[in-house]
C-alpha cells in the first residue's frame, strides 16, 4: 500500500488514496486486492515569492527542486521536495549574511483546470530578516593550542558578509584539530555577540580542555570469512595509541577500500 502511494505521490497525484485487503480462498490460496482512488493529478502552474526584497524571483526559483509547469518541465508536483526547498531557500539566505532568514509559511492554491486536472499555485513566504556581516572570533579557555594555531584554521574573513555555511565549517576545523589529537572530551561552545546597530555578529568559542583519549580495545565481530589480521592490518591505529578521530575514519574508508565487505559499521565506545 505505502509503495503504490508513493508511487502516485511522486507522479504528482497527492489525493490518492489506496486500501489493500487479502481475500482468502480455499486451499490455501489468497488474493491481495488492492483500491485506489487515484484524484486528480497536480501541477505546479506557478511559483510565487512574498517578502523576498533582497533575492530576485528567478534567482530563488533556480535552486528549488520544483519547478512550474513550462516547456522544459512537467511541473509535476511532489509534496516530499517542498522539505528540501525549504531548507535550500533558507541556506540560500543564511550564506549571504542573512542569518534569520526563514519560510514563514507556504499556501497552496489548487484550481481545478479544464482537463479534470488540478493546478497549483505555490507562494513561498519569506521573512528575509537583515544581513550581517562577520565580525571575527575570539577563544577562551585554550592553552593545548594559541590564539594564533586556532585563528589559522579559520577561512571566514572578518568584515565580509556572514556565510553560516562557512561559519559552521570553520568550527569544525578548531573541533577536528583537538579530536585529531585524542582530544575527543573537550566540551566546546559558542557564544554569538551581536551588534544590532551596525549588523556585526561577532562570536566567543569557549574551550574546556580534558585530557587524550586512548585506545583500550579494538574489538571486530561479523568477519566469518575474512580473517582479524587482515582487517587489523587496514587499520593505522592499535591497541595503546592515542585515539584519533582523523586515523579513525581513514581505517573505515581502508576497510571499504577492500571491497571484502557488504556493510561496515565503526562505532567508538567511550569508558
Known amino acids: 500500500v505505502e509503495s503504490i502511494r508513493t508511487l502516485y505521490l511522486e507522479k504528482g497525484y497527492p489525493d490518492v488514496d489506496v486500501d489493500g485487503r487479502i481475500e482468502r480462498e480455499e486451499d490455501a490460496v489468497a488474493t491481495v486486492v488492492f483500491t485506489i482512488d487515484e484524484g486528480s493529478q497536480t501541477k505546479v502552474t506557478e511559483i510565487l515569492f512574498s517578502g523576498n526584497a533582497f533575492a ?8 528549488m527542486t520544483t519547478k512550474q509547469q513550462s516547456l522544459f518541465s512537467t511541473g509535476v508536483y511532489q509534496e516530499s521536495r517542498i522539505a528540501e526547498d525549504i531548507a535550500a531557500l533558507e541556506r540560500y539566505y543564511w550564506d549571504r549574511g542573512y542569518i534569520d532568514a526563514k519560510i514563514a509559511d507556504i499556501a497552496r492554491d489548487v484550481r481545478e483546470n479544464e482537463d479534470g486536472g488540478s493546478e497549483l ?3 513561498f513566504y519569506i521573512e528575509e530578516g537583515y544581513q550581517y556581516t562577520y565580525g571575527g572570533v575570539v577563544f577562551e579557555g585554550n592553552e593545548l593550542y594559541s590564539d594564533e ?3 589559522d584554521l579559520l577561512r571566514q574573513v572578518p ?6 555555511t562557512k561559519l559552521e565549517t570553520d568550527f569544525q576545523r578548531v573541533n577536528d584539530i583537538y579530536s585529531s589529537d585524542g582530544y575527543i572530551y573537550n566540551v566546546i561552545t559558542r557564544e554569538e555577540i551581536r551588534d544590532e546597530e551596525n549588523r556585526v555578529i561577532n562570536y566567543k568559542l569557549s574551550i574546556v580542555e580534558r585530557g587524550r583519549a586512548h585506545i583500550e580495545n579494538v574489538v571486530i565481530t561479523g568477519n566469518e570469512k575474512t580473517k582479524d589480521y587482515v582487517i587489523y592490518r587496514e587499520l593505522p591505529f592499535e591497541e595503546g595509541d592515542i585515539f584519533s578521530a582523523r586515523r579513525f575514519v581513514e581505517g573505515h574508508q581502508n576497510l571499504l577500500n577492500t571491497q571484502y565487505f557488504s556493510s561496515i559499521l565503526p562505532d567508538v565506545r567511550q569508558d
Open 56 to 63: 530576485s524571483e528567478s534567482s530563488l526559483k533556480r535552486i
Open 121 to 123: 499555485y505555490l507562494t
Open 149 to 151: 594555531r586556532l585563528q
Open 159 to 164: 568584515g565580509k558578509v556572514l556565510s553560516k
